[in-house]
């Protein structure tokens, strides 16, 4: 009975640790995928976008298991920002931990200040920076390098 | 037994919504003490960086035109992510984009945040994909270091940190406009005079050598690349003393500094000629 006692008793702990703390994490990249593997090329669950807060649930090596809008899947350790917060701290207002992280982050050199330079210095080839950073391999096409060169995977 | 049970649990829930409580306090109070210190000091963020990057991408535009060629630029990219993908930093705020260059100086720029530039003269140097890989390595080796970030003046941030504030505003009145772009373009210029003028420093150099070798070698491609790159740059030391070959130290010690660091891999001979072909197509050679 006594052996019982102590699973019962660890189980409600481990349980009530589990519900009384949530991780959450915000999307620091514009864009980025949750996946259904852990790996780089895994199928697509769903699209983010920075500011997005995601619940991590495990840790699966450099990949985070986590969920988003009711949708589980993976997502890469740096394309998140992890902040341990209480339950009741994440709907706080005035602690606003992840709020705190958005403000922040578009705060300092943002767009407003970009497009202030941008006007005072007209000149600058900010047409072919964007145009540079329309420049994307796709998924399918980094596979196919990847496989047709002898290449390694990332994982 | 069953009530004693039962009495336990209640008393651990209660405990455990009292020291929930407790917890709660103390996590609200240290991440507040937190946000406000970090924002007193913070670092640059990843999203200032690649405002700072583009700007001096923007710049550099000034001084070298893009090269026109869609398909030598795609293949470049391919290279370049592949490599990204093995480094630590795989993602970052607006992802890393490749341009080619239309001169034959021999250079290359990591711009903070993501874009590389390669010039056609640095291209022609490399013999085959892997040797272009490794210059590239070392490029994304200075942005995972944030070496470019590292050249703005702290004095220049701790300024512009005093402007910012604290406030939860993302839009700024016009005289505190004027000040942060003012810091804006010296920052740019910190940057840039880095980047063009003084180069990095040796041991920003060294490491990032070292860990393009990591790079590589994750990526399946030879790291002994890297030390080809390197005789190449030296034979050409002796031609000229431009571009890269001004900013970047001399390339015997980073010779030395690499020669017994170069991780072992497995070569598959058929493979890295398939690369090589097709190295040689895009390269029209």
């Known amino acids: 009975m006594n052996y019982r006692l102590i699973i019962t008793l660890t189980f409600l702990i481990l349980l009530i640790s589990s519900v009384a703390f949530a991780e959450t994490m915000t999307v620091i990249t514009k864009t980025n995928v949750i996946r259904e593997t852990p790996r780089f090329f895994g199928p697509v669950k769903a699209y983010v976008k920075y500011g997005d807060v995601i619940e991590a649930l495990s840790r699966d090596g450099d990949w985070f298991r986590v969920r988003f809008r009711n949708i589980t899947g993976f997502i890469h350790k740096t394309a998140v920002e992890k902040r341990t917060v209480s339950v009741s701290a994440t709907n706080n207002q005035r602690t606003g931990v992840s709020e705190g992280e958005i403000t922040l982050a578009g705060k300092g050199f943002n767009p407003q200040v970009e497009r202030a330079y941008r006007n005072k210095y007209p000149q600058m080839r900010y047409d072919l920076v964007d145009r540079v950073e329309r420049y994307n391999a796709s998924e399918a096409d980094l596979v196919s390098f990847i496989r047709a060169g002898g290449l390694t995977e990332p994982r | ?285």
């Not at chain 2, 890393?96 to 022609?124: S, W």
């Not at chain 2, 505003?169 to 003084?198: M, P, R």
């Not at chain 2, 002796?238 to 891999?265: A, M, Q, W, Y």
Request: glycine share 4%; aromatic share 8%.
């Open chain 2, 1 to 285: 037994m069953r009530s004693k049970i039962f009495s336990i649990i209640i008393l651990i829930l209660f405990l455990a919504s009292c020291k929930t409580m407790d917890m709660d306090k103390a996590i609200d109070m240290t991440f507040t003490v937190i946000q406000e210190t970090s924002k007193a000091s913070r670092p640059i963020s990843d999203e200032e960086e690649y405002f700072v990057g583009r700007a001096v991408a923007a710049r550099l535009f000034q001084s070298y035109p893009l090269l026109e060629n869609s398909r030598l630029t795609n293949y470049v990219n391919l290279i370049g992510n592949t490599v990204a993908l093995n480094s630590e930093k795989p993602f970052t705020y607006g992802g890393y984009h490749f341009a080619i260059l239309d001169t034959n100086e021999i250079n290359a720029f990591a711009c903070p945040g993501g874009i590389i530039m390669i010039t056609r003269g640095m291209i022609n140097l490399a013999n085959n994909e892997d040797e272009l890989a490794a210059i590239l390595a070392h490029e994304i080796a200075h942005i995972n270091n944030r070496d470019g970030i590292e050249s703005i003046k702290q004095a220049r941030w701790t300024e512009a940190l005093t402007v910012i504030g604290t406030k939860a505003a993302k839009q700024y009145g016009s005289e505190d406009l004027v000040k942060l772009v003012n810091i804006f373009e010296g920052s740019i210029d910190d940057v840039l005079k880095t980047l063009v003028v003084n180069g990095y420093s040796r041991t920003q150099e060294y490491a990032a050598d070292e860990k393009a070798l990591i790079y590589l070698a994750k990526a399946g491609y030879n790291p002994e690349a890297l030390l080809n790159v390197l005789n190449k740059l030296k034979a050409q030391e002796r031609i000229s003393n431009t571009g890269f070959l001004k900013t970047h130290p001399d390339n015997e010690d980073r010779i030395t500094n690499i020669k017994n660091k170069i991780p072992e891999v497995n070569t598959d001979l058929k493979a890295f000629q398939n690369r090589t072909a097709r190295f040689n197509s895009y390269l029209r050679r």
